[in-house]
């Protein structure tokens, strides 16, 4: 109950004086008779017509098709506590095109002995705030209502689509967890934009009036439904897929996307003994860390030590999430989409060049909250015309929103469309960048390789060796090893360095019977 009395004085506050994004919006959200019979709506003139159109539009059980053209699944029904419904795609059930999953199989395979610095895992922004979950199933009227009253302006509130099992199943291996306290649980729930501090003081001394901590503050605003999704249950579908047949040799980055409030209410303990519940010992730990010095381990090196994991979180929470925790901003710093210059620069913001050693992180954000908030305003969003750019530069971490199939395929640098196509053949470079396979005994030159140059150039020394067969015997001069690029930055330089060579070797296998 105190935390329902907070709720109202936080809400009648914000909106008396016209703040916060998520609160000005749900004046839309949740409409009454009395807030639709208001002269003006988002500072708008509303007359009964337009009342009348949105009274209309709420709650008539619309089914719009949640489902993104050309995604094949099982489609379910999922519907919101005010009775707007949307047709979604079951858990587990999305189709994802052979071709991909084989693609990014191949490059995560490639880079199994490389540090974590250097590795490039695709991830989602807002992982878990999907609509498969019931996350924004009211988004679609809530749209058409705004737009009765400003045509130009949009609703979009849920990040992703689909549920973290299908992202993963896609080929994400960076996922975003917003984590709140919330129904004596830790949560999924999209909260934490708020930050008011006098508000947040007041909930506290109606606390200390009753003699109660209340757990709930502006910082948990957006976390309204009591049925939001648990971080346990959205740990148990991570491990779930880590652990069905297929997935051993895949690890994991996952971000809690939290507040400094689960360490003022005491909550860091019990997220520790979700984490050790749900996940066990396969976590790689701040301790465990300190056998690698200033290093960081590999894939390879993280399951040999039966670690599949590692967690960062937003807030540094210090001893109290030392167990398992690391904080993020001591392990990545965080990007924008319009942020990165392409190959040969790859920099970002002209500071920062990548594939240097130091962990990078970019994100797109979607949400629109009509005319308060468009999340491409600053950063602008993740397309197919830019994501080969952040792949061909190894950006670590490139965070999607709205992440479907079609959206994953620029993220592939390797093979190229329906390879490999040829059982028994032998892979090389095209003159695109991109790989087939060929006839053994085409005669090409070698990709040859110097990594260990010290001081040599970012992504090693490459050029063209001996011209002959794929089994050359002597394929590369001395100092040089036939070799393949194992992330997109690499392939760029050895495709820059044989670009008179139509096509090249390359020292690679394949599965043929994939």
Known sequence: ????????????????????????????????????????????????TTAAQMRALWGRRTIPLGVPPGVKCTVTTRCSQ????QEVCERGSVVVDPWLAYA?????????????????????HNSGICLADGYGIDQDVLDRMVKLILPDSSVRIANQQFTITDQLRMGIRHIELDTHWHNNDLCICHAGGVHLKALNKLIEDLGKI???????????????????????????????FLHAPGNEADVVILYFDDQMDLLTWDK???????????????????????????????????LARGKRAIIASARDYGEAMAPLIFHSSSLWS????????????????????????????????SLVFGPFYDGSAHGGLFSAANLPLFAGCNVNFV????????????????????????????????????????????????????????GGPRGGRWLSGSVGAWD???????????????????????????????????????????
Not at 6 to 31: E, I, K, Q, T, Y
Not at 105 to 121: E, M
Not at 274 to 286: A, H, N, Q, Y
């Open 82 to 85: 005010w009775g707007n419904c």
């Open 334 to 365: 965080e990007w924008d989409p319009v942020d990165l210059a392409p190959y040969p620069a790859c920099t970002l913001r002209g500071q920062l060049q990548t594939e240097n050693g130091d962990l990078t992180r970019a994100l797109g954000d």
């Open 210 to 240: 009753f003699h109660h901590t209340i757990h709930w503050d502006t910082e948990t605003l957006g976390c309204f439904s009591p049925h939001e999704r648990t971080l346990r249950q959205a740990l148990g579908e991570i491990y779930d």
């Open 399 to 454: 965070c999607n929103d709205q992440l479907d199939p079609f959206s994953m395929r620029p993220l592939v640098w390797s093979w190229g469309e329906g390879e490999p196509s040829q059982d028994g053949g032998c892979v090389a470079m095209r003159a695109d960048g991109r790989w087939e396979t060929r006839n053994c005994q085409d005669q090409l030159p070698h990709a040859c390789a110097r990594m260990d140059e010290t």
């Open 104 to 124: 990014l199989a191949t490059q995560r395979r490639l880079q199994a002995h490389t540090p974590l610095p250097f590795l490039t895992l695709p991830g989602t």
């Open 1 to 48: 109950p105190l935390v329902m009395v907070a709720r109202g004085v936080v809400l009648l506050c914000v909106v008396s004086v016209g703040v916060g994004v998520s609160v000005s919006v749900g004046a839309v959200a949740r409409p009454t008779q009395n807030v639709l019979d208001m002269p003006t709506v988002l500072g708008v003139s509303v007359n009964e």
């Open 472 to 514: 050359h015997p002597s394929p590369c001069p001395d100092g040089f090893t036939f070799s393949v690029p194992v992330d997109g930055f690499q392939n760029n330089v050895l495709r820059a360095a044989t670009s008179d060579h139509p096509s090249v070797w390359l020292k690679e296998g394949f599965d043929a019977g994939r």
């Open 268 to 302: 860091v303990p019990y997220l520790l003994q979700t984490i050790k519940d749900v996940l066990g010992t396969s976590v790689f730990t701040p301790s465990d860390k300190q056998a690698f010095g200033s290093g960081w381990p590999s894939p390879h090196e993280l």
